[in-house]
């Protein structure tokens, strides 16, 4: 339950998902650290969001996943809207908007 870990476990996440192809074990990596960051920092801190969109990129490479990607999509892109309103140009929503918008490109 401490942010370090977590920042641990998402760094992990990355690794698995870019170097070794681990998908399944790169989002139960995600799916932690976004626990924990949640839990520290609230759904709408930057890293929570970060985390929500690498889960939600790494559940688009998944087969049977694209609900899951789907959800973590839109509370990312939600969470980013409502943390970074006044700042339109922000990285982080941007990053929200680009997944969101990746997950209705494979939806059809």
């Excluded at 942010?3 to 476990?9: E, F, M």
């Excluded at 970074?84 to 982080?92: I, K, L, M, R």
Aim: neutral net charge; charged residues 30%.
């Amino acid at each position: 339950d401490n942010p370090l870990t977590a920042v641990a476990l998402r760094k992990r996440g990355n690794a698995r998902r870019h170097l070794g192809g681990n998908l399944v074990a790169s989002k139960n990596d995600y799916e932690a650290a976004t626990r924990v960051f949640i839990k520290a920092y609230g759904g709408e801190s930057s890293e929570a969001i970060k985390a929500m969109i690498e889960m939600a990129e790494t559940l688009l490479g998944i087969p049977g996943e694209l609900d899951a990607a789907e959800g973590y999509s839109r509370r990312a892109h939600a969470a980013a809207c409502k943390r970074f309103e006044d700042a339109d140009d922000h990285v982080v929503l941007q990053e929200a908007r680009a997944t969101l918008g990746r997950v209705h490109s494979a939806r059809g």
